[in-house]
């Protein structure tokens, strides 16, 4: 039986890395916490579903062609918005807000308020020893340690990646050896949505389509990035593993909703002891 | 056209302008008598109400909380459990809202005001959520989201909870207005422009920052407790983050660190969308967007809201005057 | 104002580290009322250190700090202000977005509180303002001031509340050689109204000409204790500052 609810805690583990993955890299090159990214992982999903519905496409071609889109809507939101507001975050969370609620009355005005049921392909279910998994979630698991190590090699090896970890320690300084700070942040901040639209598009078949789905996930991610440093992908991964756990045994030992409640007061805990978390540094580098 | 001007260098001209429009007020339930009308006009004014006391923590003091919704709703759950447990006159309850409000908001403030800025933030953003979450799961004694019923009424009438409003609308702005031309209110601007190099000069910023929460939880409590006895009916999802993005947009949006910022704030983002209704018939439900929309608008392009906007305007106007 | 017996502010085996440099390294040191005590020492001697261990910005790590009667190692900033320690920085700190009047006024309103309006307070801010050459940009911003105008404000809100001792941390800095002059004058009025002035400088032609006493540092230590003659013949000093010839 436990086993089981550690096989659910790794699935819960591997949607939190995705969102917070995405969170963390946004808030280390940009300074700025992502208060749009619940609302890009609901439309995401959305954008998914009427792919699949209306044109017809299978379920992963929907999926890179809604995952660009994201990236592409993540763009518009950098230059538009974004832009300039590392300065004061306080602008920036403000900003995100109203975002955010323009984004989920969109999908509440075209997709309705009522949760969409998407299908998976994946819809076979592993059974090991006494405890069963659907390959839809095996997917999810795959899919973000797969991130997790495309990122880390991205961040490490690529030329890129170097710029994007410069501008993360001292923008001033990269910017002065010719790195161009507005490109790295556009790019990392359409990179970190297209992340969170991708787990949008995984938790929907399970938890199916609502334009509120993003609420829940996007604090969760803050709590993550919170606990494990704001802008260290190291810290989110423990952080997802801590939560990802905590919630699913609260939510399978305890009672259905105080699992969220949990990571909220572990996020206020760790923010009024030490905001910069547990592996996050003063200067909040990736 | 130099004397209407010099006119407005007087305070009295102020005094019997502030007079007229609230006579003016007064008498709109006269001739607004839909009942639709009159409720938005309540509705509007909790929205005023709750916006002017955030205003002097954002504003004025620099702290942008996010957690207003749950001192709105440790008055409006100190009405409802007061009045419907222990059978108590709502008056009663009323008064000890603003005495829960200021106790819980000072507990609060003594961990949460130790952050800065951002980290305050998305600090009370997840405090706000985490009692969310509680109310929630505490039904038995909350009634969670499915509420609570029957809550006895203030006063019978919306136009008599509309006059009380006034009231207390007008006492807010004149207590505001005292507190904020006063020591206190340099003290606030001190902390909100340097909250360092204020204690060089004597300043305890721990005791007025903590006072000063208090003291807006206590009014935000106060007005909830109304809130909730106009409706009768109390649940969960009035005091959600989305509630304290309301108030932050209708402060925001007027004009923080001004005295009728939010009064201004609140007719234009609660009132507009609702009086467009009429205007623009399928366009209602694109209302949050607009709300959305103009926040935006107002955070990047105008940090001064309306109101920053009206003195930008009155400045070229005397400049244009003095040619 | 008559000098006073015994020490006005006395250092006791003061310590302060910072990861693993000792910034401040059991220092011991008296400041005798109405005399002008000179800090000087290289870059990183640990005199900003002194200054804000004493106005609480930092907590000694050991040793205590006696103001008058009053002990006041590790209290809290707002309290050591209002017992009568004022201090300038070492970086321009005012209320920028503030008017040179707001500015004073909010120096303060921690004990100002009920007259605040009233003549005689408008006498003091203007005495102050006249005092610190800046009657002129009363109604200025602070952002809008020359950088010379902007460290005599802090001087101004500094004096407003009358402390007996000032803390001056290169008050000079980045002032031409007229305005160090004008600064020079404002100082010894200051010493001549009874107030005790700490200075710390690196202009040496204003540290010697002000101090009647001076303490040089070196690595969080104190290297030499004198009148500016002796200070400036000493051989340890000049080699701290200047290095030794291999």
């Known amino acids: 039986m436990i086993f089981q609810v550690i096989l659910n805690a790794l699935v819960q583990t591997a949607i939190y890395l995705i969102i917070s993955l995405g969170l963390t890299l946004i808030f280390g090159v940009m300074k700025i916490p992502n208060l749009t990214h619940g609302a890009m992982y609901a439309l995401g999903a959305f954008i998914h579903y009427s792919l699949i519905e209306f044109l017809g496409l299978p379920f992963v071609p929907a999926l890179f062609i809604a995952a660009l889109a994201a990236f592409g809507g993540g763009s518009v939101l950098e230059r538009v918005f974004f832009r300039g507001t590392g300065d004061s975050p306080v602008v920036a969370i403000i900003c995100g807000i109203g975002l955010s609620t323009i984004l989920i009355n969109v999908i509440t005005n075209i997709w309705g308020a009522w949760p969409l049921r998407i299908q998976t392909p994946f819809s076979y279910v592993l059974k090991i020893g006494g405890s069963a998994i659907s390959l839809h979630n095996v997917v999810i698991i795959i899919v973000s340690i797969s991130i997790a190590i495309l990122l880390y090699a991205f961040l490490k090896w690529t030329k890129f990646g170097c710029a994007v970890r410069g501008v993360s320690q001292d923008q001033e300084a990269a910017s002065l050896i010719g790195v161009n700070v507005n490109t790295v942040g556009m790019i990392t901040f359409s990179l970190g949505t297209m992340l969170a639209s991708i787990g949008g598009m995984f938790t929907a078949p399970i938890t199916a389509a609502s334009p509120g789905m993003g609420a829940s996930a996007e604090i969760m991610g803050f709590a993550i990035i919170i606990l494990g440093g704001m802008g260290s992908l190291g810290g989110a991964i423990v952080g997802a593993f801590l939560l990802g756990f905590v919630d699913t045994f609260v939510t399978t030992y305890i009672s259905g909703g105080y699992g969220g409640a949990v990571a909220f007061v572990f996020m206020i805990i760790v923010i009024l002891l030490k905001p910069s978390g547990l592996f996050g540094k003063k200067g909040r580098q990736i | ?323 | 104002m008559a000098r006073q017996e015994g020490p006005i502010l006395e250092i006791h085996d003061l310590c302060k580290n910072f990861g693993g440099i000792k910034a401040v390294d059991e220092l011991s040191f008296q400041v005798k009322h109405g005399e002008i005590l000179g800090l000087l020492g290289p870059n990183g001697s640990g005199k900003t250190t002194i200054f804000n261990l004493i106005t609480g910005v930092y907590e000694a790590d050991s040793g205590g700090i006696r103001f008058e009667e009053y002990d006041i190692t590790n209290q809290l900033s707002y309290k050591i202000a209002l017992k009568g320690i004022s201090r300038t920085f070492q970086a321009t700190k005012l209320f920028y977005k503030q008017t040179v009047l707001n500015n004073i006024v909010t120096a303060m309103i921690a004990r100002t509180r009920k007259k605040l309006a009233s003549q005689e307070t408008f006498q003091r801010i203007d005495n102050v303002l006249e005092f610190t050459h800046l009657e002129n940009v009363k109604h200025a911003l602070a952002s809008d001031l020359t950088h010379a105008q902007q460290r005599r404000l802090m001087v101004a809100m500094a004096l407003i509340e009358e402390p007996e001792l000032l803390l001056l941390d290169e008050i000079t800095s980045g002032m031409s050689g007229e305005e160090c002059n004008e600064m020079i004058e404002i100082a010894k009025k200051i010493r001549d109204g009874g107030i005790t002035i700490v200075l710390i400088e690196h202009n040496m032609r204003v540290a010697m000409t002000l101090s009647d006493r001076i303490l040089v540092l070196n690595f969080g230590k104190k290297i030499a204790d004198g009148t500016p003659g002796e200070i400036s013949t000493n051989e340890t000093v000049l080699e701290a500052f200047l290095g030794r010839e291999e």
């Not at chain 2, 969310?132 to 609570?148: K, M």
């Not at chain 2, 007008?170 to 505001?176: C, N, S």
Request: aromatic share 14%; hydrophobic share 55%; charged share 10%.
């Open chain 2, 1 to 323: 056209m130099t004397r209407i001007l010099d006119l407005f260098n007087k305070k009295i001209t102020y005094l019997f302008i502030f007079i007229a429009i609230v006579i003016l007020v007064l008498m709109l339930p006269l001739y607004f008598t839909s009942a639709y009308l009159l409720r938005l006009m309540v509705t509007i004014g909790f929205s005023i109400i709750t916006a002017l006391c955030f205003n002097l923590v954002i504003g004025y003091m620099g702290y942008p909380s996010l957690s207003q919704s749950v001192f709105y709703g440790v008055g409006g759950y100190t009405m409802a459990l007061i009045t419907l447990r222990l059978g108590v006159s709502p008056w009663i309850a009323l008064i000890l809202s603003p005495l829960t409000g200021f106790a819980i908001g000072y507990l609060v403030a003594i961990p949460f005001l130790k952050l800065r800025s951002m980290f305050f933030a998305i600090g009370t953003l997840a405090f706000t959520m985490l009692v969310n979450a509680i109310l929630i799961n505490l039904h038995t004694i909350t009634g969670a989201e499915a509420g609570l019923r029957g809550i006895p009424r203030l006063v019978k009438s919306d136009t008599a909870f509309f006059y009380l409003q006034i009231v207390l609308i007008i006492l807010i702005l004149f207590g505001t207005k005292i507190l904020v031309e006063s020591y206190w209110g340099k003290i606030l601007v001190a902390i909100r422009e340097d909250e360092d190099l204020a204690p060089h000069f004597g300043i305890n910023t721990t005791k007025y920052k903590r006072l000063t929460f208090a003291l807006v939880s206590a009014f935000t409590g106060l007005a909830g407790a109304m809130f909730i006895s106009y409706q009768t009916y109390i649940s969960s999802n009035y005091f959600t983050i989305g509630s304290s993005f309301t108030i932050l947009a209708c402060t925001v949006v007027g004009g923080g660190g001004s005295l009728l910022g939010p009064i201004l704030g609140g007719l234009v983002v609660v009132g507009a969308p609702e009086l467009l209704r009429e205007v623009l018939k399928g366009m209602y439900i694109w209302r949050p967007c607009f709300v959305g929309a103009i926040l935006v608008a107002v955070i990047l392009l105008f940090p001064g809201g309306i109101y920053g906007g009206f003195q930008k305007l009155a400045g070229y106007l005397r400049k244009w005057g003095e040619k």
